[in-house]
T-cell receptor, first 116, second 115 residues
Framework: DQQVKQNSPSLSVQEGRISILNCDYT??????FLWYKKYPAEGPTFLIS?????DKNEDGRFTVFLNKSAKHLSLHIVPSQPGDSAVYFC???????????????FGQGTILTVHP | GAGVSQSPSNKVTEKGKDVELRCDPI?????LYWYRQSLGQGLEFLIY????????KSGLPSDRFSAERTGGSVSTLTIQRTQQEDSAVYLC?????????????FGPGTRLTVL
């Protein structure tokens, strides 16, 4: 079963506007969440993370929001730039009842296209 | 500095043949992970190494899949008697100590096509 879901396969945004990428999860044991960005022919690169003790984490133009009751997280990119065009994956790991190492469960990815 | 490298970048093989995929992690990283991404799917965990030991092999799909790591560095993922469903991009990642909050650095992947 798909424990981490990204229901939007693609998103198209105008340069300078906000990009909002969404992710839902079903496993209530997940307590650490990450976003990765992937360009073609490259491996995913870490973007931002959030622990379940927080509901928001910000790093420059990137903000991740976590809604534990809804089992939902989102990544906001403001302002969006053409260089942000990539595939974005959300990922999660379980703490208690899970592992002490970085065994990640990934969503299917969302292709973001930012138009100039 | 050098990142994670993987070879080959592309591999086309015939059904039933064995293949070996190689991963060179970042120097000094003790943790190494293998994932694979099938078409339209997210990355799927395969195996975790801490040093040369593999405490978690739970993601290996069948006994045709095996992996080893030597010298706390290079890792090889071997798939025996390949099947068409093995076609995927195989990604390797390494991290400094392997904790859950430790950043995983990914290689570019090996695209495996089984005809």
């Amino acid at each position: 079963d798909q424990q981490v879901k990204q229901n939007s396969p693609s998103l198209s945004v105008q340069e300078g506007r906000i990009s909002i990428l969404n992710c839902d999860y079903t496993n209530s044991m997940f307590d650490y969440f990450l976003w990765y960005k992937k360009y073609p022919a490259e491996g995913p690169t870490f973007l931002i993370s959030i622990s379940s003790i927080k509901d928001k984490n910000e790093d420059g133009r990137f903000t991740v929001f976590l809604n534990k009751s809804a089992k939902h997280l989102s990544l906001h990119i403001v302002p969006s730039q053409p260089g942000d065009s990539a595939v974005y994956f959300c990922a999660a790991s379980a703490g208690a009842g899970g592992t002490s190492y970085g065994k990640l469960t990934f969503g299917q990815g969302t292709i973001l296209t930012v138009h100039p | 500095g050098a990142g994670v490298s993987q070879s080959p970048s592309n591999k086309v093989t015939e059904k039933g043949k064995d293949v070996e995929l190689r991963c060179d992690p970042i120097s000094g990283h003790t943790a190494l992970y293998w994932y694979r991404q099938s078409l339209g799917q997210g990355l799927e965990f395969l195996i975790y190494f801490q040093g040369n030991s593999a405490p978690d092999k739970s993601g290996l799909p069948s006994d045709r899949f095996s992996a080893e790591r030597t010298g706390g560095s290079v890792s090889t993922l071997t798939i025996q008697r390949t099947q068409q469903e093995d076609s995927a991009v195989y990604l390797c990642a390494s991290s400094l100590v392997g904790s859950r909050t430790d950043t995983q650095y990914f290689g570019p992947g090996t695209r495996l096509t089984v005809l």
